[in-house]
């Protein structure tokens, strides 16, 4: 069950990996690609550059990616100290969060819903490392 709990952290992490990958071809009929840093309230409200608005998140996604990688790693024992999950795990919600939030799309409500249930499991005290192997 740890690995498998260490595989879903890896997993959400890499998902924000979409945000620097070339959206796929547009398909006559197909949706919206959601990982998008133009599309940003924050920039059409603050009349912010457009490459502002992408180093911005770039850093932030990047910095989700890091750091929830690096949870999942201290999750499943391996190369990361496990007593730093709980810190891991809040620096890599926050950016997530932060990701999420200055550039949403409606389809990433889940991964907002992922966020806050991780936060609220770190808030009260839950670790993994009592899950089975």
């Given at each position: 069950?740890?690995?498998?709990?260490?595989?879903?952290?890896?997993?959400?992490?890499?998902?924000?990996?979409?945000?620097?990958?070339?959206?796929?071809?547009?398909?006559?009929g197909?949706?919206?690609?959601?990982?998008?840093?133009?599309?940003?309230?924050?920039?059409?409200?603050?009349?912010?550059?457009?490459?502002?608005?992408?180093?911005?998140?770039?850093?932030?996604?990047?910095?989700?990616?890091?750091?929830?990688?690096?949870?999942?790693?201290?999750?499943?024992?391996?190369?990361?100290?496990?007593?730093?999950?709980?810190?891991?795990?809040?620096?890599?919600?926050?950016?997530?969060?932060?990701?999420?939030?200055?550039?949403?799309?409606?389809?990433?409500?889940?991964?907002?819903?992922?966020d806050?249930?991780?936060l609220?499991?770190?808030?009260?005290?839950?670790?993994?490392?009592?899950?089975?192997?």
């Amino acid at each position: 069950m740890k690995l498998l709990f260490a595989a879903f952290l890896a997993a959400h992490a890499l998902i924000h990996a979409s945000y620097v990958t070339p959206a796929p071809p547009r398909t006559a009929g197909g949706p919206e690609w959601p990982f998008e840093f133009t599309r940003s309230w924050l920039v059409t409200a603050l009349q912010m550059d457009p490459s502002v608005a992408r180093v911005l998140g770039i850093s932030l996604a990047g910095g989700s990616v890091i750091l929830l990688v690096a949870a999942a790693l201290a999750t499943a024992g391996w190369i990361v100290p496990s007593e730093t999950w709980p810190a891991l795990v809040v620096a890599g919600i926050v950016c997530s969060l932060l990701t999420l939030g200055l550039f949403f799309h409606p389809w990433l409500l889940l991964g907002i819903a992922i966020d806050l249930v991780l936060l609220w499991a770190v808030v009260s005290g839950w670790r993994p490392f009592a899950l089975g192997t």
